[in-house]
């Protein structure tokens, strides 16, 4: 029997897999369908390509529950953090990077590293038998053939929902007479967006046309299928309300406007590329078709003369009801040879799917290696996510969800003197006992990849 772990899918999860792996000294093969197959998102090759945003969200470690997860795999050696870190581009308080250049440095890694061999296939279906340690980290993407393999090992129907992708536009084409640089309440460097302002007469304008666009229709088999509520299409946040938008992604408050009176909402714009020569529209994810993408977004103050890099689209995501099919090791309890990573698990986003990917390659590696597997408290944010999809999450009503606070056992509700610890004090009791209890998972990293375990 091989010493090989096998991965499959080239994606966030399935990289920091490999690398895991290859860290720890196991022999790894990546297999990345692209592009022999290709998905109805991707547009490169590319390993760990980012298919929506480019905004990793949050880097504050204190208060944020997303930025506490980039701490826990920046001091667990994850590949995903060390490459954002140095292909990051300016976003406030935000970790973004340079999307071509974060997959190019993914790759790079991966393909200079000894133990890694990539291989470009696609695995229709269960792999072989031979193959005793497997990690499935196909992704939101999931081909036909491996979620239909995967249905039928679990004996539930995979659930699904669609994923919004958000239109990017060409700086040189904004007209900055009316658009301006600022970043709310001037956090990060304080000019971090490009901000396009709209009076109330333009405001409701753009959501008369979002509401009436002409939209991408949906096959049969994907109408039942429902969003997930941290990346909504701008026109069905539209349709739950006239000032839904003023009060959520385009909400003025923090700003002034050097050009004009103080605005009724705006339109953002974040950095997609280090260059600085592209930006996309911060929460104008979209099912809109491209023409009326086009006639729609150019009313925007600011964006009349917009070139679009890439206009939104949609895609169908897959995953699996994690609390009633995976153990705490996230193997299949039906097939234990294999584990699941990423988001095909349930959970959201890709920091979320690169630190399960993170854990599941550790996992695999310690038990090559025949050391016990050890489960981060759930305390931390690992652990938290973690417990959330293999078994936190409620199993009649799994739906994905991103890393919060929520996940977090709750902290003392009250301090040494009884007083009430809320808001920003809270936060930082979850972050600071999140970092103590992070201790006893970093000694066994230092075990899982010491010579002597090999």
Known sequence: MSNT???????????EAAWQLATAGIPVILHEMRPVRTTPAHRTDGLAELV?????????????????????MRRSGSLILATADARKVPAGGALAVDRDGFSAGVQAALDGHPLVTVVREEIAGLPPPEWDNVIVATGPLTSP?????????????????????????????????????????????GSDYINCPLDRDQYYGLVD????????????WEKDTPYFEGCLPIEVMAERGRDTLAFGPMKPVGLTNPNGPKPFAVVQLRQDNALGTLFNLVGFQTKLRHAEQTRILRAIPGLEGAEFARLGGLHRNTFVNGPRVLDRGLRLKAAPRLRLAGQVTGCEGYVESAAIGLLAGLFAAAERLGRPPLVPSEATALGALLGHVTGGGEADTYQPMNINFGLFPPPPERDDNGRRIKGRDRKKLYSSRARNELVPWLDW??????????
């Open 145 to 189: 053939a491996m979620a239909e393999a995967l249905r039928g090992l679990t004996g539930v129907d995979s659930l699904a929902f669609f994923d919004a992708i958000a239109p990017i536009v060409v700086k040189d084409s904004i007209d900055f007479s009316k658009a301006w640089f600022q970043s709310r309440y001037d956090k990060g460097t």
């Open 5 to 15: 772990v096998h991965v499959i899918g080239g994606g966030l999860a399935g990289a």
């Open 209 to 220: 046309a979002l509401i009436a666009g002409d939209k991408v229709g949906f096959h049969d």
């Open 445 to 454: 990293l230092a075990a899982i990849r010491s010579p002597e375990t090999g």
């Open 52 to 72: 929506c945003s480019n905004s990793l969200r949050s880097d504050d470690a204190d208060y944020n529950a997303v930025g506490l997860l980039h701490e826990e």
